[in-house]
């Protein structure tokens, strides 16, 4: 009897840690497929912006091709009409090829901004294309004038390589003043305000206000003087000296985003999570004595 008994014992005790490896596997090997899952996504996208990046170096070859292909010897009457279509042909499919790559070389540098994919080599590449497609604008524009200058016919080849060419340095300036609007623009949404003062002094700048002697305080409610506050870069702002023994924030932030702790006597308030402190306002009011 105790034999049996002691058998049964063990075979409970195998079934039990059997049961728990076979959840603890599960989970793993879970685990595992997610983790293959996202590399294989991350590999596809890696694969996709070099696919797309080795085209374009297929295309500024086939440019350069062109170029050597068409005469700039001088020409007068001898050239005839069958000429002047090749060469106006040419031009028009070197201006579509560098439109063409200029485009996709756009959609790839926004594709890669969004992505969470950051890598130095990529991001050479993408400078040495935008470099080499601007050096061929630049040629091709040359190529287009040196043409007009042997042939007056050949003025009116397709004018839009010429035009690129001319504008150039206006497209240059116009993407420097889009990447100064964009720092702007980024800088503008993560910009936050603080201020903390005195009950008294919170109300002298009409940042608390009360209706009734019995009324509950309220915080923002209008005409406020914001030039009280002080501007910060949420993004970098962890910490907020408060120079007081008591404090009370009076804004909405999770609380699980920040924490109020003292240093030599007095509050420092310790913002943990930056996203979600200020997810809820982008003004923070904080009662002293």
Excluded at 233 to 256: E, F, G, M, V
């Amino acid at each position: 009897m105790r034999s049996t008994l002691f058998s049964l014992s063990i075979l409970l005790v195998l079934f039990t840690s059997c049961g728990k490896q076979s959840s603890d596997y599960r989970s793993l090997q879970a685990q595992n497929d997610s983790l293959q899952n996202a590399k294989q996504k991350l590999q596809e996208e890696v694969d996709g912006y070099f696919s797309a990046m080795n085209q374009i170096e297929q295309n500024i070859e086939k440019i350069k091709s062109t170029e050597n292909t068409i005469s700039i010897q001088p020409v007068g009457k001898e050239l005839d009409d069958d000429m002047r279509t090749k060469i106006n042909d040419d031009m028009t499919y070197l201006n579509d090829m560098l439109q063409a790559n200029k485009d996709e070389l756009a959609r790839l540098k926004a594709k890669i901004k969004r992505s969470a994919f950051r890598s130095s080599e990529l991001e050479r590449t993408i400078t040495r294309l935008t470099k080499a497609l601007e050096e061929e604008t630049t040629k091709v524009a040359q190529l287009q004038t040196e043409l007009a200058q042997k042939d007056s016919l050949i003025v009116k080849l397709d004018t839009k390589v010429s035009e690129m060419g001319k504008n150039l340095e206006d497209l240059s300036a116009d993407n420097k003043s889009k990447e100064t609007k964009i720092k702007d623009q980024d800088e503008a949404i993560h910009t936050a305000w603080y201020v903390f003062g005195t009950k008294q002094e919170l109300k002298e700048q009409k940042i608390v206000t009360t209706e009734g002697l019995f009324s509950q305080q309220r915080v923002l409610q209008h005409d406020f003087n914001k030039n009280y506050f002080v501007r910060i870069d949420a993004r970098n702002t962890k910490s907020i000296p408060l120079y007081s023994s008591r404090a009370k924030i009076l804004t909405s932030h999770p609380k699980s985003s920040y924490t109020l702790e003292k240093q030599n006597g007095n509050f420092v308030l310790l913002i943990t999570d930056t996203d979600s402190f200020w997810s809820i306002s982008k003004y923070l009011v904080v009662e002293v004595e």
